[in-house]
């Protein structure tokens, strides 16, 4: 499994983005996806995460009924749609694939994309 993060850039406070995360590989539509996100001079925390079924999902306290995540019909490209910005959401945003129950942890997501750098400034 592959996975490229895209959709990040500069955005004012209380502005929105998509991000995107293609996954390739044929099985990839039966992976769980998480989003996690990495500020200068900070560790890197979990944001999202989305079951392979549609069925679940779990956010951080910081980014719940600001985000969404969600995947398409094909479940080939997983979206984090996100609101209402704060400087403080300022990153580099990772996607992460890894089977099993849905998890907030790193370790057991076994496949990661690039970063895309998500700016938010005023």
């Known amino acids: 499994v592959q996975l490229q993060a895209s959709g990040g850039g500069l955005v004012q406070i209380g502005g929105s983005l998509r991000l995107s995360c293609a996954g390739s590989g044929r099985t990839f539509s039966m992976y769980n996806v998480g989003w996690f996100r990495q500020a200068p001079g900070k560790e890197r925390e979990f944001v999202a995460a989305?079951?392979?079924?549609?069925?679940?999902?779990r956010y951080s306290d910081s980014v719940k009924g600001r985000f969404t995540i969600s995947r398409d019909i094909f479940g080939h490209t997983v979206f984090l749609e996100m609101i209402n910005l704060k400087a403080e959401d300022t990153a580099a945003y990772y996607c992460?694939?890894?089977?099993?129950?849905?998890?907030?942890?790193?370790?057991?997501?076994?496949?990661w994309g690039q970063g895309t750098q998500v700016t938010v400034s005023s």
């Open positions: 992460a694939a890894g089977q099993g129950v849905l998890t907030t942890l790193e370790h057991e997501y076994e496949y």
């Open positions: 989305l079951h392979w079924t549609g069925g679940l999902t």
